[in-house]
């Protein structure tokens, strides 16, 4: 690596570390500052592709409007030649409407993934996330596993129609012992 390229390297990593505090502070006007003009910001989980400086402010206006004590712990940071990709822990308590969802008051606490692109001029281009989606549902209360008794019945009233299926493709006169073709 040459002496350009890692003091542009310790630049971009200086622009997420900051962008990173912003974060745990709330302060969102902060937060802002570290994006380039042409900002986006993309929440993979939930197909959520936030557009524009605009656009990415609505995102950090509902994410701390929803957990208003976010903190972010950074684990491990990864450098490529055009991004950084940090691992980190969210923590934050459900107090305030998010994703059509009532705060529901409980805690959570899940691994994320964030991978950062820069513009020209080594401000934020774009973030992109990713988290395990049901992991954070299951600690709202929203998700049981399917496996469990609770998440059984949930799974059962939720999707009547899938779930007959699938007793149906299991049951022994259409198991491949039986001879009999699976049920459609």
Known sequence: MSLLEAERVH???????????????????AVMATFGMDARYDDEPWGDHRTGRDGVRSYYTELMRALPDLAIEVKHRHVASESLVLEVTIRGTH??????????????EFPLCGVYAFDADDRLA??????????VLGQLGLF?????????????????????????????????????????
Request: hydrophobic share 30%.
């Open 95 to 108: 107090l305030g409407p998010w994703r059509g969802l009532p705060a529901t008051g409980r805690r959570m």
């Open 126 to 135: 774009g973030e992109r996330i990713y988290y395990d989606r049901g992991a």
């Open 144 to 184: 049981h596993e399917p496996s469990g008794g609770l998440g059984r019945v949930v799974t059962a009233l939720s999707h009547p129609v899938t779930i007959a299926r699938a007793y149906l493709r299991r049951s022994p006169r259409n198991s491949p012992e039986s001879g009999s073709p699976p049920a459609a």
């Open 11 to 29: 630049a971009r990593m200086a622009v997420v570390d900051e962008h990173i505090r912003c974060e745990n502070r709330h302060d969102l006007d």
